[in-house]
């Protein structure tokens, strides 16, 4: 029997990426052929690093669907409805903001007369 196995094309930016780090790690003295073939040995490293990648995401992804079907579906309580009044400890605060805008203003009016 006869295994006719695809082989796995290599998108271009690897290839680019591989022939970047091989002519970075070049040697004195390093051909253009044995160049070409450090460049092949890390595109094949970073196919395989992609290939392993991709299994684990699988893996992961299964995992997480298993576990999903295994949890029962249990009915979340639901929260109470929010009601129109403010809660008791924020009564204290309800004058804030304008007693903000009114220490502001005094501030600013303040600043005016006497950078004046």
Known sequence: MA???AKATISP?????????????????QTKAQTKLIAQGIE????????????????QD?????????????????EPAPSSQPPAQDKGYRHLPWLLLVVSWIGFIGYALVGA
């Open 13 to 29: 930016e690897t290839q680019q990426d591989a022939m970047r780090v091989a002519k970075a790690t070049q040697k004195p003295g």
């Open 3 to 5: 295994k006719a196995k």
């Open 62 to 78: 299964k995992a997480r669907k298993k576990q999903q079907k295994a949890t029962p579906a249990v009915e979340q309580p639901r």
């Open 44 to 59: 094949k490293g970073i196919a395989q690093y992609k290939k392993e990648q991709k299994a684990k995401a699988r893996a």
